[in-house]
């Protein structure tokens, strides 16, 4: 679809002062919480600086309160001893405030779609069955 002249792809980005494009989302991934937009890629650039996390997803869990909770799908590395949620939703509070999980799932491995990438699909299925 063109508007104003433009493809609307549901891309979301940013512009610095010279004017340079920087993809920061995808609209349909938007986590919006207590009125705010919460960039899930953020979530995840975040958790991945933990030196034990290998991979991060996060997604809108839906709350009649806040409108979405964020919650994060992570993978380890094989440290002992392994970090717990707790201190991983601090690691990433102390990083982005508000804008960290909480709720975190550890799991052995994320799900990856046809081309190698984190089935978002997946992971939103299994937040939405564990919702329910």
Same mark, same amino acid.
């Given at each position: 679809?063109?508007?104003?002249?433009?493809?609307?792809?549901?891309?979301?980005?940013?512009?610095? !002062?010279?004017?340079?494009?920087?993809?920061?989302?995808?609209?349909?991934?938007?986590?919006?919480?207590?009125?705010?937009?919460?960039?899930?890629?953020?979530?995840?650039?975040?958790?991945?600086?933990?030196?034990?996390?290998?991979?991060?997803?996060?997604? !809108?869990?839906?709350?009649?309160?806040? !409108?979405?909770?964020?919650?994060?799908?992570?993978?380890?590395?094989?440290?002992?001893?392994?970090?717990?949620?707790?201190?991983?939703?601090?690691?990433?509070?102390?990083?982005?405030?508000?804008?960290?999980?909480?709720?975190?799932?550890?799991?052995?491995?994320?799900?990856?779609?046809?081309? !190698?990438?984190?089935?978002?699909?997946?992971?939103?299925?299994?937040?939405?069955?564990?919702?329910?």
């Amino acid at each position: 679809m063109i508007v104003d002249g433009w493809l609307a792809t549901g891309d979301r980005m940013s512009t610095n !002062g010279d004017g340079v494009l920087t993809f920061v989302g995808r609209t349909k991934q938007i986590i919006v919480h207590d009125g705010s937009n919460i960039c899930p890629q953020e979530v995840e650039d975040a958790l991945q600086e933990h030196p034990d996390v290998s991979g991060a997803v996060a997604v !809108g869990i839906h709350d009649l309160v806040h !409108g979405e909770n964020v919650r994060a799908y992570v993978t380890l590395l094989p440290n002992d001893p392994a970090p717990t949620e707790s201190e991983l939703i601090t690691f990433a509070r102390d990083r982005i405030g508000y804008k960290a999980p909480t709720s975190i799932v550890v799991l052995d491995q994320l799900p990856l779609n046809a081309t !190698g990438k984190v089935n978002r699909v997946a992971i939103r299925a299994m937040a939405n069955q564990a919702a329910s």
